[in-house]
């Protein structure tokens, strides 16, 4: 009899089975919390550095290539998902918004990202006199960050002038037609002349008073609807060659 008692004792010593399994899970919800909170808090340069060494472990080339030949994977696996063309926008759009924000044009300049793309929208006190085509210098500084951080990524470029109802009629300007035309045109040379983008990036179109962001009721308002906007837009149509 004291054998078997002795026996009873020694099954009865150490954890219940199941907290075996109750151990497991909560190691594991733990293990999946840290790694929520890791990529809460990712660094984008290790990031970056991580997936650069992923790529040179799988073989894939600068730019998404690999060494095979064939044509899906030589255009780079990315999923389905993966829009390389929206990955640009973010890229652009983080660029200026630091610009904006260092050069205090907050009032002058903002953006907004859009089903067509990345819409830069600028003043026209920024850009030009009232009545006028010629781009002032304070606004060739915006246009040159603006340029710099376009001319790294393939998106097509859409240059889209504004006025307001204030007719104008002169040997230059004949109307608004021509004034808001001739704004978007001068942007589009800007960014040839002197950042050298390519043209065939690069188109222009005038919309006159017809598409104000707000009534043309106050100052204000006619001023907020002269502008000029510069669409990154969201999609890449040429085929890399």
């Excluded at 840290?34 to 080339?61: H, N, P, R, T, W």
């Excluded at 001068?186 to 390519?198: G, Q």
């Amino acid at each position: 009899m004291p054998r078997e008692k002795n026996k009873e004792e020694k099954v009865k010593k150490g954890s219940p089975a199941w907290m075996t399994t109750y151990g497991d899970m909560m190691t594991l919800l733990l293990v999946f919390f840290v790694l929520l909170y890791s990529f809460s808090v990712m660094d984008l340069e290790k990031f970056q550095g991580f997936i650069a060494a992923l790529k040179a472990q799988l073989g894939v080339l600068d730019g998404g290539r690999t060494i095979s030949e064939d044509t899906l994977v030589s255009k780079g696996l990315k999923g389905d998902r993966f829009n390389p063309s929206q990955t640009n926008l973010n890229k652009v759009m983080g660029e200026l918004s630091q610009y904006i924000k260092e050069q205090g044009l907050q009032n002058n300049v903002s953006m907004e990202i859009t089903r067509r793309g990345l819409v830069v929208r600028l003043t026209g006190q920024i850009l030009y006199d009232l009545g006028k085509a010629e781009i002032k210098p304070e606004g060739e500084k915006i246009l040159h960050e603006i340029a710099t951080s376009i001319k790294g990524i393939p998106n097509d470029i859409m240059v889209e002038g504004h006025t307001d109802n204030l007719p104008i009629n002169n040997e230059q300007f004949p109307s608004n037609w021509e004034l808001s035309t001739t704004r978007a045109t001068n942007v589009i040379k800007f960014f040839i002349e002197n950042h050298n983008i390519s043209p065939d990036r690069l188109s222009a179109a005038g919309y006159s008073e017809y598409r104000p962001l707000y009534s043309n009721d106050t100052p204000e308002h006619r001023a907020k609807n002269r502008r000029v906007e510069i669409v990154i837009l969201n999609s890449i149509n040429r085929q890399e060659e």
